[in-house]
């Protein structure tokens, strides 16, 4: 069964960082497209940042513009998404799934392969 298992999310004081790990099971990540999403409690699911394996194309949200970075380590077989000054508004889980559609112009769905989550709660 093709999933992701995240990873490295905690508590975290505003204006720290975190960095998140997103590893598949199951699958490599050669010529896929792979997306950060995050859920805050009572809300929707939204997308974050993402990453095309084959060009190492990215696009990023305008939540997450200036503040997070997506990489890809290829020996690693995994998706990075580095977060810095985070706030209490970025306290979700955060989620990673593959993504059909992902450039620097661009990152649509649909969306498969969801992992577990990894919560990551900013608080004082």
Same mark, same amino acid.
């Given at each position: ?14 204006? @720290? #960082? ?11 990540? &050669?010529? !896929?497209?792979? @997306? ?9 699911? !939204? ?7 084959? &060009? ?9 513009? @200036? ?5 890809? &380590? ?10 810095? #000054?985070?706030?209490? !508004? &970025? ?16 990152? !649509? ?16």
């Amino acid at each position: 069964q093709r999933q992701f298992v995240e990873s490295g999310g905690g508590l975290v004081q505003p204006g @720290g #960082s975190l960095r998140l790990s997103c590893v598949p099971s199951g699958f490599n990540l &050669d010529f !896929e497209k792979i @997306g950060w999403f995050r859920q805050a409690p009572g809300k929707e699911r !939204e997308k974050v940042a993402c990453i095309a394996s084959s &060009d190492g194309e990215t696009y990023y949200t305008s939540s997450a513009k @200036g503040r997070f970075t997506i990489s890809l &380590d290829h020996a690693k077989n995994t998706v990075f998404l580095q977060t810095a #000054s985070l706030n209490v !508004e &970025d306290t979700a889980v955060y989620y990673c799934a593959t993504s059909s559609y992902c450039s620097n112009y661009m990152f !649509e769905g649909p969306y498969e392969n969801w992992g577990q989550g990894t919560q990551v709660t900013v608080s004082s």
